[in-house]
């Protein structure tokens, strides 16, 4: 008699014989114990299949490993979040009605909601680190970069590299290893930065120190395409939300999908009254400020500023949403000289210096000025959630609003003129800010405390 496997959501791996009952086995038992004659009294359990309308639907869908992008790996981001997908504790948006069709694949983001009780849920992001576009042209990249037809093993390649046998021999992840990467946080390494990003690596299954050697090489070539691709997941495990930091929760990832706590559009603010827009704007100047100056001595800085870089929690905090133009430099241990690390030192570029899809190097770090986040903010995207109608005569705010945000935008301004004209701007936003239940993230503390 053929068996076959039918897979659902509610019973994964159940067996049922082809054409024939659940239970074919019940009868006999039944017949078995009607026949014995004993003194024992035996209780029969009958368990009775759950009806049609309470049963969960069944899946008209199939998770491709294209479309997770499993297929690629380890030429990929994890798969430390998969368990959950696959058990539907993960659900794109469209999952919460009756159909439970996957989404396009062409789309690079997705919302959906995320459970870890099955009856509460919490907004997420489901992302690929690039548009499957550039994903395609990247993998194209890698196979022309050793000669090989388009539709080549890419890790066989990546494998193959100078770059990732030197990966493969270290027990640690030292500033050469990274030299000629296009991601912002490697712009300027140091041993102590790098380190952080080994002992926060949470895509290995022991977390906590700064030596690979619980690392296989298989993990190896995972952190090593992220950095090369995108160091947003990377950024959002080194500096975590719950530590205080202003990025989302990063959840975890299934092949070239990763995971994150979702938010509201910072442009959703625009139509709103002044007071929620002056607590946004205060909050974007004071996280440019603490992210530049705090008590790890990392100095984060913005590369580029734009409005979909940043949203909303559910409490009203503001928070850096896309952490993929973030740069740091050590202030504890400084970084190299710009001369072993700028672009005209070919020596450190490889396949993986241009995977992101773009070969442009970031300015050297002596370059980055201390106001640079400042004047980003001010440039790009405070003047529209403060002065929404592009009127800087506006009524409802102090003309000083206006001056301070034209100083503050001004890169020909030193960094003493751009940092006072921020700080006005924040000590004018401050006072505009109402105490009150609608803002969670301060609520009732602004009661009892001045600095909110």
Known sequence: ????????????????????????????????????????????????????SSARQEKAYGFGRSFLG???????????????????DIRFDRWLTSRLELPKA???????????DSETWRPVVLSRLLTPERHQVSDQSICSSAGRPPKCSIEAVLRATPRFQSWARSHLLFPS????????LLRCPSQRLLDRVVRRYAEVLDVGSTQMKHFSDRDKLRLLYTLAVNQHTLLLQMFPGTEGWPFPRYHGSCGRLVVWAGSRPLSSLYAAPLEQRADAAFQLLHIAQALGSNSLRFRLYYTRATEDMFG???DGRVMVMDAS?????????????????????QSTRDVFSCLSGSCDRPPPCSTVRHSQSFSLLCRNVLPRLLLPAGDLRSPH????????????????????????????????????RPCSPHYPYRYPECIYNDRF
């Open 70 to 88: 499993l297929d690629k790996c380890n030429a990929c981001v994890g798969t430390s979040i998969c368990k959950k997908l696959f058990k539907e």
């Open 177 to 184: 290893m990274v030299q000629g990467l296009s991601a912002p």
């Open 325 to 345: 133009g973030i740069g740091v430099i050590d202030l504890q241990e400084g970084f190299l000289p710009d001369a072993l690390t700028s672009p005209a030192n």
């Open 106 to 116: 062409s789309r690079q983001c997705y919302l959906g909601n995320l459970t870890d």
């Open 312 to 314: 909303l929690a559910e």
């Open 397 to 432: 705010l102090p003309s000083q609003v206006a001056r301070d945000l034209d100083t503050c935008a001004d890169a020909t301004r030193t960094d003493v003129a751009v940092t006072r004209a921020a700080n006005s701007l924040m000590d004018i936003l401050r006072s505009m």
């Open 1 to 52: 008699m053929a068996v076959t496997w039918r897979l659902g959501p509610s019973t994964p791996g159940r067996r049922v014989a082809s054409g024939a009952s659940p239970w074919p086995g019940l009868w006999a038992v039944g017949w078995l114990l009607s026949s014995l004659v004993s003194p024992i009294t035996v209780a029969v359990a009958v368990v009775t299949p759950p009806s049609p």
